[in-house]
């Protein structure tokens, strides 16, 4: 170690003797570069606490052995909680800790230059410059690997306590606990004077779990308006979201664009005001889980499948209709579905061959075969005007999903 002291002996004096200018400049220089940490004379103070907290360790470079991981001071530590707790994002801290590697690397290297070719070698120049550059890069690794640590187990639990908030709050606006004034001044969201549409977003599993948020903020931009939203799980959310009066309806109740890929979006109708807050949230509930049988379905709107959701309240009675008008189409899975739909489609654009080809992209000879084939595996024929076949039809991939078909 005696060596090694004396070799490293030029950095420790650098350090002793400028580490405190060094890292003061350094406060100054985060203040004006990143501006978001440091809004007021309190988060300066903390900033400033955090910034030479790290001194220490910098001079007991070369001195002490290496640590399996540095650890990061207390006052590092606050700032951190501290910024996650404003909403200051992850990556002001990360640019500073990086601008501050920078910074104490370049006042490092001129003092080096400026020292004497007779104090220090060529080669020992070198050395110095290298060692300094890993050991600095190896204590502000372990620094930053803490700082992502620290604040994403704060900014979770931030938003666990802010999600519990919101659903007691809703929770209890719903059953008529509290008036809307009280809920709009806890929720920061406008709910009796506008008109509002709501929708259900999912994302797949093996996606990101940070792409629900973006997904939520994608759709809510595309109805126009603020919004509120609430966590039903790890990769759903349910949103309320302000729309100007009649827009939602004169748009035909349709996105302008598509979701983002692997997001699934089920959307309520326009209604307003207090009620209406109540209604969008039943809709968009309601409609959700039509997306489980028909993912390719989204963006689905709440006024297209109205008949399917009211059916689905008595999944038992549901089962029995599809059964009843599909029978032994219902054994036929996945291939009864192509039949399912085409006629479906059939029924839809008026009994018409040649528009059903045109929309599932088909001959209109095999649109012909399809319906005979349906109409022998069913024993009956197909008419125009059967609500029940219809509404079967409708109803088929959605309780064909716990292989229901079965069981009747």
């Known amino acids: 170690m005696a060596e090694t002291t004396d ?3 030029f950095y420790r004096e650098w350090i002793e003797a400028q580490g405190d200018v060094v890292f003061e400049r350094l406060v100054d220089l985060l203040t004006e570069r990143v501006p978001r940490m440091v809004p007021n004379d309190v988060d300066r103070a903390l900033l400033r606490a955090s910034v030479m907290s790290h001194l220490p360790s910098f001079r007991s470079f070369g001195l002490v052995a290496r640590p399996r991981r540095w650890a990061i001071p207390k006052p590092a530590r606050a700032l951190v909680i501290a910024q996650a707790d404003s909403g200051a994002p992850l990556e002001s801290l990360l640019m500073a800790y990086e601008i501050g590697k920078v910074e104490i690397w370049k006042a490092f290297l001129e003092a080096v230059r400026a020292e004497s070719h007779e104090a220090l070698s060529a080669d020992l120049r070198l050395a110095l410059l290298e060692v300094v550059m890993s050991w600095t890069s190896d204590y502000l690794q372990d620094i930053n690997a803490q700082v992502v640590e620290i604040y994403s187990t704060r900014t979770a639990h931030l938003s666990n306590r802010e999600g519990a908030q919101v659903r007691e709050t809703l929770d209890n606006f719903i059953a008529g606990d509290i008036d809307v004034a009280h809920a709009e001044k806890l929720l920061g969201y406008s709910i009796a004077s506008c008109a509002h549409v709501a929708f259900v977003v999912a994302t797949a599993p093996d996606l990101p779990a940070g792409r629900l948020d973006a997904a939520v903020s994608h759709v809510a931009s595309m109805l126009g308006g603020p919004f509120l939203a609430l966590a039903l799980g790890a990769r759903s959310a349910l949103v309320w979201v302000t729309v100007r009066e009649g827009s939602w309806t004169a748009f035909g109740s349709r996105l302008p664009s598509r979701p983002p890929e692997g997001a699934m979006v089920a959307l309520s109708s326009e209604q307003y005001g207090a009620v209406g807050f109540r209604r969008v949230r ?45 029978g032994a189409l219902l054994h036929q899975w996945p291939a009864g579905l192509d039949l399912i739909q085409t006629v479906q489609v059939f029924l839809e654009t008026g009994a018409s061959p040649t528009r059903t080809a045109r929309q599932l992209h088909l001959h209109p000879n095999t649109v012909t075969q399809r319906l005979k084939k349906f109409e022998k595996v069913r024993g009956r024929p197909t008419e125009v005007g059967d609500l029940p076949l219809w509404l079967a039809l409708r109803l088929a991939p959605m309780v064909r999903l716990d292989h229901a078909a079965d069981d009747f």
Do not use: G, K, M
């Open 7 to 9: 070799r490293w002996s």
């Open 282 to 326: 039943e809709e968009a509930l309601s409609a959700a889980p039509l997306l489980e049988a028909n993912p390719s379905a989204s963006p689905l709107c709440f006024p297209d499948v109205e008949a399917e959701t009211l059916a689905l309240q008595d999944h038992q009675a549901a089962r029995r209709l599809v059964h009843r008008q599909l």
